[in-house]
T-cell receptor
Framework: DSGVTQTPKHLITATGQRVTLRCSPRSGDLSVYWYQQSLDQGLQFLIQ???????AKGNILERFSAQQFPDLHSELNLSSLELGDSALYFC?????????????FGSGTRLTVV | DQQVKQNSPSLSVQEGRISILNCDYT??????FLWYKKYPAEGPTFLISISSIKDKNEDGRFTVFLNKSAKHLSLHIVPSQPGDSAVYFCAASSTSGTYKYIFGTGTRLKVLA
């Protein structure tokens, strides 16, 4: 157990629907990062939050949004889902917001859009 | 634009031999590099890191080499064990203000008993 908790582990939904993925960071970690791993792709950075504020944005679609709450858990909202959104979504956390702190990853949420 | 590339999608090695996983990057601003290991149905786990001020970092059976002029890093596993069979990702970032790691597409290592 890495200490980073992601729920749900699996999600199957239809095109056009909206889903919310949840992440609880490791105790004491203030930064949360979201990554997407599609088939045969590396981990694509989506977005980072630090202590409730957005810190960096990657190739995140406009249909996707995220937030980090006062208790530091984070949610990734995916709307108007398309087949191509099917992927593994990972959350990671770290103590600080600078890159030379390591990431700790959760076990991911597998999203299947049908 | 793939700034971090792992050109070998897969690699098979006999148990006890050396495994060499390679990674190339294009952004000269990258100065901190990580290797992660991922087993099926689990998240990636941190393996080893290296800063650009070094050209080698060792941790037990794992050694990472960095060639800044070639923008190339490699992970050596000696001796390889069946439990090392996993997908290995390299990741790079710049410590000068950015907050994210750029990951490669991964190399699936299979260590044959």
């Amino acid at each position: 157990d890495s200490g980073v908790t992601q729920t749900p582990k699996h999600l199957i939904t239809a095109t056009g629907q909206r889903v919310t993925l949840r992440c609880s960071p490791r105790s004491g970690d203030l930064s949360v990062y979201w990554y997407q791993q599609s088939l045969d792709q590396g981990l694509q950075f989506l977005i980072q939050y630090y202590n409730g504020e957005e810190r960096a944005k990657g190739n995140i679609l406009e249909r996707f949004s995220a937030q980090q709450f006062p208790d530091l858990h984070s949610e990734l909202n995916l709307s108007s889902l398309e087949l191509g959104d099917s992927a593994l979504y990972f959350c990671a956390s770290s103590v600080g917001q600078l890159v030379n702190y390591g990431y700790t990853f959760g076990s991911g949420t597998r999203l299947t859009v049908v | 634009d793939q700034q971090v590339k792992q050109n070998s999608p897969s690699l098979s090695v006999q148990e006890g031999r050396i495994s060499i996983l390679n990674c190339d990057y294009t952004n000269s601003m990258f100065d901190y590099f990580l290797w992660y290991k991922k087993y099926p149905a689990e998240g990636p786990t941190f393996l080893i890191s290296i800063s650009s001020i070094k050209d080698k970092n060792e941790d037990g059976r794992f050694t990472v080499f960095l060639n800044k002029s070639a923008k190339h890093l490699s992970l050596h596993i000696v001796p390889s064990q069946p439990g090392d069979s996993a997908v290995y990702f390299c990741a790079a970032s710049s410590t000068s203000g950015t907050y994210k790691y750029i990951f490669g597409t991964g190399t699936r290592l299979k260590v044959l008993a």
